[in-house]
Structure formats: C-alpha cells, structure tokens
C-alpha cells in the first residue's frame, strides 16, 4: 500500500468506527469543511455542523446497525486526492448476522489538506443488484468471512 492508500484507509476506517460507535460529531470531523453525504436512503447533508446534525437526528431517532466492511480499491488522484470503493453491509441491534437487504456500495472521496486527509464526499448507495441474486449471495458471503462479519 501506499502512504496515498495507507491515510485513505485510516480515514474511511475512523469514519465507520464514529458510526458504528454512534459518535455524530467525530463522524463529521472527518469532512472537509464543505464535505458531503449521501446517505443510504438518498439523504444529503453538507457542511461539518449539518451532518453532525444529521447524524444526531438518525441516532437519536432509532438503534442503528454496525457496519462491516471491506475496502475493494483505493485510487489516487494527483498527488492530493484519492477515492475509495468498499462494499458494506449492515447487523442490525440485537442481532448477530448481516441482513442482505441492508447491503451497500460505499464511495469515498478524500482530499489531502496539509498533513491531514479529510473527506469530500461520502456516498452510501444500496447494493440491490436487480434481477441478480447470485451477486447478492456473493456480497453478504464476502463479508460474512470477514471477522466481524458472522
């Protein structure tokens, strides 16, 4: 790896650490100041303060699921940018296995900004694989293998 590819993956792996810990305010701390996401259901929400906002509301509203993820590439862009693909699912509270309907395509884009890597954009897109069930077993079944995952 890189050290391009090693900031990157420290990156998104703090940011689905504050999610999975449920910690809005290090989730967004993460963002560029005009950082963004989307979220899983098409949600947006821009700024540090609004997707801390955003991410207290979600949290305070209803127990969310853990991640599990697996980072499938990381690709710069010029000495100052790189973007990151992972493939993620969700166990939901109280439970211990994935769901598949909760799967997910996960896009981060990061730019370095001194010494520090912030994010650009995080996009969470759900992993539907319309018409191809295989690929949908496949998926849950790369994550499952993972430690965590079961």
């Known amino acids: 790896m890189t050290e391009t590819d090693?900031?990157?993956h420290?990156?998104?792996r703090r940011l689905i650490d504050?999610?999975?810990g449920r910690r809005p305010d290090e989730y967004a701390a993460l963002f560029a100041d005009d950082g963004a996401i989307v979220g899983f259901d098409?949600?947006?929400a821009t700024g540090r303060k609004e997707i801390a906002e955003h991410l207290g509301d979600v949290f305070g509203d209803h127990p969310t699921a853990r991640y599990v993820t697996k980072v499938r590439a990381i690709l710069a862009i010029g000495a100052d940018g790189a973007v990151l693909r992972a493939i993620a699912g969700m166990i939901p509270p109280g439970q211990d296995r994935l769901?598949?309907?909760l799967n997910a395509v996960q896009c981060l884009t990061a730019e370095r900004d001194g010494s520090d890597w912030r994010i650009v954009l995080f996009q969470n897109t759900p992993a539907q694989y319309h018409g191809r069930p295989?690929?949908?077993a496949e998926?849950?079944?790369e994550l499952e293998a993972l430690p965590g995952g079961a």
Do not use: C, Q
């Open 42 to 44: 098409g949600s947006t």
């Open 134 to 136: 295989h690929l949908a």
């Open 6 to 8: 090693t900031a990157v």
């Open 18 to 20: 504050a999610w999975n």
């Open 99 to 101: 769901n598949p309907e």
């Open 10 to 12: 420290d990156l998104y």
């Open 139 to 141: 998926h849950t079944a």
